[in-house]
């Protein structure tokens, strides 16, 4: 039973999400949808008659119906389909509905939600609990390749765990990522240690991600890689490697550490989500 | 010798390049033409602007790194440079590691073990006691080279930074005074600014050479037993400016890049050499105990202007603190552009913190180091090195490094280290003040950059001939002063241009998410608004 939430804006985002969601459906089915939307009325002030001469009937109707239309193209059930309605309020009290709800995860639709300002989606990625998958209109989610990052905490586990039943059948393809810093390269004019150094590094980081992976189902279907970040961010080191590898999705798990209300996510995840980077993410908590 | 390169090619700003050019090459004939007696015109002109201008200098240092750690700390501490997804050009280690190579250079070796032992053996402010005096030479030290250089540093550093990557304008001193001259930064007054920038740079350097110079003259006495005078000097200048112009030829790939790495290798090992072989328990206490002293006096120590002192025991400031303060301004364009080059994607806040604190840091520990070693050796007795200091301060390093095993070894490695840094200083300062001359251009051709590092040569050799430290010390005073109101007006213009890009951003990223939102919602409404159960269209 796999219960998942997307956010719709209105926007011309929303159609690309459903066909997106049609695309993720034929590998990996969704029984439960919510349709989640955010009511924004701020600017609205007094009676809602004089912004919409239009407005006979209950506002809520109409995106209900709305939502309900744009969901269809998704090709989902329309019986597994639920439009959820958030109003006014403050996105902090929709978002621990949320994390008190049932749903598996959330879908966000990165671009179109923030304009391009990014800071929607690190909200978003901070006050929600649930695993997050951001996608771009560009995305395309037919998962037949999945990264999974792994830096050995149990959050990548998690990731890992999270991951393995997106496998749905022998076409698709994970790989197990790892990317690390040679902790001589901190002061680059004292490394001196050089390849040598760089490379008996990535064996031993291989060694352990097989070992990490080991208890896992279909370990020996894994794909195992180790890189080594050089002068880029790790961030930027994953997304380069996923983007030249023809990777559908990244996995990253995410640190549950919590500040109040607010999930302090890594620099790494920080990274990926930015909006510069066009692969779907999938943070998972 | 690379004479015939000059004509090469050259694509040059003409309204800077040439007035620049001119300004330096009348200056050089006319000390030459003068010859001995320019010795007390410079001594003149320095003790005519630190009487009058010192004050000011105090004032204005102090300004400028309040106004860095405001900025720090205020809300345009979030603002980016290179653009709200600008991601950092360098890992965080890596560019703690840059910052820290920025602080290391000619005159920290020149004055680390001199500017403490001085401060120490003829007290600003007598303390009474030898431990009094010792704490305050040291606090005094870390005034000089601490918060307040870097300050300035990160002033300048923030402003081209910011301006080059956000605003996307050439990245030289003018693009700065943007907000407030608009497109005249391309009309006379930024020709005017860039070549005041320019003279800055140029006399920092040659000053920061020539101190470097005769390091390695005394270095070279104390090993070989070599004359130490303004002779071996000039040679020296030229045999290693034509060095400098071989790795300036060799590209900066090649060159400058792999001599600094070099260099910093040097200078770590020699660091950790004279921590270990001298008293390293000591060094390590009294860093930490100079680091309280530094903050607790940190205000006394810098707002400190002499002004109660008996007229017959004031002008030690003038000889120093104002001094300095005139230095960091007058070479901060050379610093400011290369902290500027590699902060690309980091806050306002991360720069000010990592320029301000970084290479602050290590500054004290080299300080502490050496000039604490020197501290104590003469305290405790254990050798009598203050006399030699107080006599020629350029063999200061060489004085101390005596006192301690393997002192030949070493002093040959402290020469090869200065020599290292006057090749790198020249090189990367020829790349500096040609950018500039050449309109903000980053790949002007080498023949540019050779005739700059001939001439920043030059400049030196002749202050040497001209009247040695003073002509040195006034020429990087004489130059900061008008610098020094260049900065004035910087500070405004950036805080103008962070305020206004702060807007901008905050204003787009609310208004672009909630009208796009709105005119959606008011489309659906349109269409679906009515009673009668099924949409218009």
């Given at each position: 039973m796999t219960r998942a939430l997307v956010f719709l804006d209105l926007s011309e985002m929303d159609l690309t999400l459903m066909r997106q969601i049609a695309?993720?459906?034929?590998?990996?089915?969704?029984?439960?949808?919510?349709?989640?939307?955010?009511?924004?009325?701020?600017?609205?002030?007094?009676?809602?008659?004089?912004?919409?001469?239009?407005?006979?009937?209950?506002?809520?109707?109409?995106?209900?119906?709305?939502?309900?239309?744009?969901?269809?193209?998704?090709?989902?059930?329309?019986?597994?389909?639920?439009?959820?309605?958030?109003?006014?309020?403050?996105?902090?009290?929709?978002?621990?509905?949320?994390?008190?709800?049932?749903?598996?995860?959330?879908?966000?639709?990165?671009?179109?939600?923030?304009?391009?300002?990014?800071?929607?989606?690190?909200?978003?990625?901070?006050?929600?609990?649930?695993?997050?998958?951001?996608?771009?209109?560009?995305?395309?989610?037919?998962?037949?390749?999945?990264?999974?990052?792994?830096?050995?905490?149990?959050?990548?586990?998690?990731?890992?765990?999270?991951?393995?039943?997106?496998?749905?059948?022998?076409?698709?393809?994970?790989?197990?990522?790892?990317?690390?810093?040679?902790?001589?390269?901190?002061?680059?004019?004292?490394?001196?240690?050089?390849?040598?150094?760089?490379?008996?590094?990535?064996?031993?980081?291989?060694?352990?991600?097989?070992?990490?992976?080991?208890?896992?189902?279909?370990?020996?279907?894994?794909?195992?890689?180790?890189?080594?970040?050089?002068?880029?961010?790790?961030?930027?080191?994953?997304?380069?490697?996923?983007?030249?590898?023809?990777?559908?999705?990244?996995?990253?798990?995410?640190?549950?550490?919590?500040?109040?209300?607010?999930?302090?996510?890594?620099?790494?995840?920080?990274?990926?989500?930015?909006?510069?980077?066009?692969?779907?993410?999938?943070?998972?908590? | 010798m690379s004479e015939k390169r000059e004509n090469k090619y050259f694509d040059i700003h003409k309204p800077v390049f040439w007035p620049a050019s001119f300004l330096i090459v009348s200056f050089i004939t006319i000390t030459l033409v003068i010859g001995e007696p320019m010795e007390t015109v410079f001594a003149d002109i320095q003790e005519f602007i630190s009487d009058y201008g010192g004050w000011f200098f105090v004032l204005v240092t102090n300004l400028f790194l309040l106004f860095c750690i405001y900025l720090g700390f205020s809300k345009l501490g979030g603002i980016r440079l290179g653009g709200r997804d600008a991601e950092p050009e360098f890992s965080t280690a890596a560019w703690f590691a840059m910052l820290f190579s920025a602080g290391m250079g000619i005159g920290i070796i020149f004055w680390g073990v001199a500017e403490p032992m001085n401060h120490y053996l003829n007290p600003p402010v007598e303390m009474g006691t030898a431990k009094g005096n010792a704490l305050q030479a040291m606090g005094f030290s870390f005034l000089h080279w601490g918060l307040h250089a870097w300050g300035i540093y990160a002033l300048v550093g923030l402003a081209l930074g910011f301006f080059a990557f956000n605003k996307k304008l050439p990245l030289t001193i003018r693009s700065v005074f943007y907000p407030l001259l608009g497109e005249r930064i391309h009309g006379w007054i930024g020709d005017v600014i860039d070549i005041i920038a320019v003279l800055a740079t140029l006399f920092g350097l040659a000053t920061s050479l020539g101190l470097g110079v005769q390091q390695v003259s005394s270095g070279l006495n104390y090993l070989f037993e070599l004359p130490d005078n303004v002779t071996t000097q000039v040679l020296l200048i030229a045999a290693i400016t034509a060095v400098a112009t071989v790795s300036v030829i060799l590209g900066i790939d090649k060159g400058v890049k792999k001599l600094s790495e070099l260099n910093i290798r040097i200078a770590a090992i020699f660091l950790l050499f004279v921590l270990v072989v001298g008293p390293t328990l000591f060094i390590f206490e009294s860093y930490i105990q100079n680091l309280g002293y530094y903050v607790q006096n940190f205000f006394k120590l810098s707002f400190w202007t002499e002004s109660y002192t008996a007229e017959s025991k004031a002008g030690w400031q003038n000889g120093w603190t104002v001094f300095y303060w005139a230095w960091w301004i007058s070479w901060s364009p050379f610093v400011g552009m290369f902290i500027a080059r590699v902060s690309k994607g980091r806050t306002v806040r991360e720069f000010i913190t990592g320029v301000l604190l970084v290479p602050s840091l290590l500054t004290f520990l080299w300080m502490t180091t050496f000039g604490g070693s020197g501290i104590f050796l003469e305290m405790s007795g254990m050798a009598n090195i203050g006399e030699d200091i107080t006599s020629n301060v350029s063999t200061s390093l060489f004085v101390l490094l005596?006192?301690?095993?393997?002192?030949?070894?070493?002093?040959?490695?402290?020469?090869?280290?200065?020599?290292?840094?006057?090749?790198?200083?020249?090189?990367?300062?020829?790349?500096?003040?040609?950018?500039?001359?050449?309109?903000?251009?980053?790949?002007?051709?080498?023949?540019?950059?050779?005739?700059?590092?001939?001439?920043?040569?030059?400049?030196?050799?002749?202050?040497?001939?001209?009247?040695?430290?003073?002509?040195?010390?006034?020429?990087?005073?004489?130059?900061?002063?008008?610098?020094?109101?260049?900065?004035?007006?910087?500070?405004?213009?950036?805080?103008?241009?962070?305020?206004?890009?702060?807007?901008?951003?905050?204003?787009?990223?609310?208004?672009?998410?909630?009208?796009?939102?709105?005119?959606?919602?008011?489309?659906?409404?349109?269409?679906?608004?009515?009673?009668?159960?099924?949409?218009?269209?």
């Open positions: 695309q993720l459906n034929r590998t990996f089915e969704i029984d439960k949808l919510y349709i989640a939307h955010y009511i924004e009325l701020q600017e609205f002030t007094g009676d809602l008659k004089v912004h919409f001469p239009n407005l006979e009937r209950p506002i809520e109707d109409i995106l209900n119906e709305e939502l309900t239309e744009r969901a269809q193209e998704s090709g989902l059930d329309p019986d597994k389909i639920e439009v959820v309605l958030f109003q006014d309020g403050s996105k902090t009290n929709m978002m621990s509905y949320i994390n008190q709800s049932d749903v598996d995860f959330c879908i966000l639709g990165k671009k179109i939600v923030h304009q391009g300002t990014g800071i929607f989606s690190g909200r978003m990625a901070r006050l929600l609990h649930k695993p997050i998958l951001f996608t771009t209109e560009t995305s395309r989610l037919q998962l037949e390749h999945i990264l999974v990052a792994i830096d050995f905490s149990s959050f990548s586990k998690k990731a890992l765990n999270f991951a393995l039943p997106l496998l749905t059948n022998s076409q698709q393809k994970l790989t197990a990522y790892h990317v690390f810093r040679l902790p001589g390269a901190y002061f680059p004019f004292v490394g001196g240690g050089g390849r040598n150094l760089q490379d008996k590094q990535a064996e031993d980081k291989l060694k352990r991600l097989r070992k990490f992976i080991a208890g896992a189902k279909k370990a020996d279907e894994i794909e195992l890689v180790v890189e080594h970040a050089g002068e880029k961010t790790l961030g930027r080191t994953i997304y380069d490697y996923a983007r030249s590898h023809f990777t559908d999705l990244i996995v990253v798990g995410v640190k549950g550490t919590t500040d109040k209300d607010e999930l302090l996510i890594g620099s790494v995840a920080e990274q990926l989500i930015a909006v510069d980077k066009d692969l779907p993410v999938l943070l998972v908590k | 005596d006192a301690f095993p393997l002192s030949g070894i070493a002093s040959a490695i402290g020469v090869v280290l200065v020599i290292n840094f006057f090749v790198t200083s020249s090189d990367s300062g020829s790349l500096v003040i040609d950018s500039i001359t050449a309109g903000g251009k980053l790949d002007a051709p080498v023949g540019q950059r050779i005739f700059w590092a001939i001439t920043e040569g030059a400049v030196a050799a002749v202050l040497l001939v001209g009247g040695g430290l003073t002509a040195l010390q006034t020429a990087a005073i004489t130059t900061g002063l008008p610098f020094a109101f260049v900065l004035v007006v910087m500070m405004y213009s950036l805080y103008k241009g962070l305020n206004r890009e702060y807007a901008l951003t905050k204003a787009e990223e609310t208004k672009a998410d909630l009208s796009a939102y709105e005119s959606r919602l008011k489309d659906v409404i349109a269409k679906r608004g009515k009673s009668n159960d099924k949409p218009e269209k």
